[in-house]
């Protein structure tokens, strides 16, 4: 992930791809803010890891606007 101080500066770096993948700060904030995010260090994370996928698909789904470039594959 990379942090820019504004969109312009996002779309001036070379590897700037598609629009759509940009986001505010907040919008990744909330995302990381998840279960699926915050027990990744857990010891259970992999076991339980599809207890959270519903949460984590509907943030995602929200914070992006399901803009196609963030739907999981």
Do not use: C, I
């Not at 700037?16 to 993948?21: L, W």
């Not at 990744?40 to 470039?69: C, I, W, Y």
């Amino acid at each position: 992930m990379n942090l820019f101080r504004s969109e312009e500066h996002a779309r001036n770096w070379a590897g700037f791809g598609d629009p759509q993948g940009l986001l505010p700060l907040d919008w990744v904030r909330r995302l990381w803010g998840v279960a699926w995010y915050r027990e990744r260090l857990n010891g259970h994370f992999v076991s339980g890891m599809m207890d959270f996928v519903p949460e984590r698909n509907a943030v995602l789904k929200a914070v992006t606007q399901d803009r196609p470039f963030w739907r999981p594959a």
